[in-house]
């Protein structure tokens, strides 16, 4: 998936954990556990929208919908993303399951249910109509089905990290202790990188250095951009594609 439908999946992790907490009123320790990992996910997805998706609106939006210009499409989102961690951070100075706490978690319901609705109507539109695939693959941002290979591909590879996807200090997932291990050990060798090229090869396509040593595999592109697995320590050139690492 693209940032876009990043985004998107984010949005709709949102809607259904607000809806697990309004299921759980009678279960206290589940609201509140519900209601911490939501509270993260909520600050994590703000500070990467702010990092990567706002500045490339910025750079070529122009408005969409009911929105006279990317600039003010920015402006409101940043604007709900305070209130929205005002409200979350609220909650976390009253007991679980007061109604003072239920007040807080009511508000930043209501906060982020607008928020991404206007977001929807507004910026990702504007997004999508303005910025070429090329461009949002320049960002970095892995399509899960074509950059990721199931069941051998890691986190730390996919450069995760960057987009605040996943937390070394915070909750715990399904493969934690290996993705801890391979951050805190520098275990990682090998990293999805935005290439350049005027002709670059089909996706999983074996890279070659200029002496025939395996590299890295190509994944996913559009245009001259693309993302290639490449070993961190590889910097040269390669045997058969004139292809440029752009970072």
Known sequence: MDIVDCILADHDRQRRWFAAL?????????????FKRL???LEAHAMAEEKYFY?????LGKGALDSDSADETTEDAIDD?????????AALNEKVGSDAWWECVDKA?????AHL???????????????PLEKRIALGI?????????EKSTLDELNIEKFNGVSYTKGCFVGQELTARMHHRGLGKKHLKVVQ?????????????????????????SGDKGLALLKDDFDGEFDEYQIRILG
């Open 197 to 221: 090229g005027e002709t670059l090869p089909p996706s999983h396509t074996d890279l070659k250095s200029e002496d025939s040593k395996l590299v890295g595999e190509m994944r996913s592109s």
């Open 55 to 59: 500045p490339t609106l910025l750079e």
């Open 109 to 113: 319901n209501y906060q982020n249910s």
């Open 22 to 34: 309004d299921e759980a009123r009678d279960d206290l320790d589940s609201a509140g556990k519900i």
């Open 81 to 89: 993303h305070n209130k929205i961690a005002n409200a979350a951070d």
């Open 39 to 41: 509270r993260d996910h």
């Open 142 to 150: 892995i399509d899960g089905s074509r950059d990721a290979v199931v």
């Open 117 to 131: 609705s206007e977001e929807e109507r507004q910026g990702l539109t504007d997004f999508r109509r303005r910025v």
